[in-house]
């Protein structure tokens, strides 16, 4: 089983939709996580820190579930500047990266 | 610019050559860390040092691979007698570590093609 697993997409979704993505995580000990986001071609950024059950910052909620072993990234209201491959991130051996959920909004 | 910086931004060498790629981090960043990313992939760790000593070095570092900052601020990544499936983004990132897991601010990556 791999450290960090996401379902790779692409979810294709329209502007203005709420949108998901889940993450699972095979080291219980892990205390923080996080989701950074990838354009095309860039470097990958922070989008959010995920230390108890939950984060909440403006279209962008995160939620952990420790019992589960899982993180969420809940996007609502979608814009096209959130096109873009979202990485979960467990913080083990530096960082441990899932391969990450390709979201493409349409107008 | 204040940010992380590497060079070069693109490098094709034949299979067999050295390359040697730079990183140069946040100037007040004691944490460096490389990365290796290829296509459809998130990145995945190689190594990391805080100030100048080589904490961590994973299994995907082979000895073909050596990673150095001499003086705990920029770092080079080398690697020797290349070969095709050394192909892929290489990343290197900074952080200020105080306590727990901080933020990793990325640079834009180094490209390498190995033909």
């Known amino acids: 089983r791999k450290e960090v697993e996401q379902d790779p997409g692409p979810f294709n979704v329209p502007e203005g939709a709420t949108v998901a993505f889940n993450c699972t995580y095979s080291?219980?000990?892990?205390?923080?996580f996080f989701w950074y986001r990838q354009d095309c071609r860039k470097e990958p950024k922070l989008l959010m820190s995920v230390y108890s059950s939950g984060n909440e910052d403006g279209r962008f909620t995160a939620q952990l579930n420790r019992a589960s072993q899982y993180i969420s990234l809940l996007i609502r209201d979608s814009k096209l500047s959130d096109s873009a491959t979202y990485l979960c991130v467990v913080p083990w051996r530096a960082l441990t990266f899932g391969s990450g959920t390709r979201l493409q909004v349409q107008p | 610019d204040t940010g992380v910086s590497q060079n070069p931004r693109h490098k094709i060498t034949k299979r067999g050559q050295n390359v040697t790629f730079r990183c140069d981090p946040i100037s007040e960043h004691n944490r460096l860390y490389w990365y290796r990313q290829t296509l459809g992939q998130g990145p995945e760790f190689l190594t990391y040092f805080q100030n100048e000593a080589q904490l961590e070095k994973s299994r995907l570092l082979s000895d073909r691979f050596s990673a150095e900052r001499p003086k705990g601020s920029f770092s080079t990544l080398e690697i020797q007698r290349t070969e095709q499936g050394d192909s892929a983004m290489y990343l290197c990132?900074?952080?200020?570590?105080?306590?727990?897991?901080?933020?990793?601010?990325f640079g834009p990556g180094t490209r390498l093609t190995v033909l």
């Open positions: 990132a900074s952080s200020l570590e105080l306590a727990g897991h901080n933020e990793q601010f």
């Open positions: 080291n219980s000990a892990s205390q923080s």
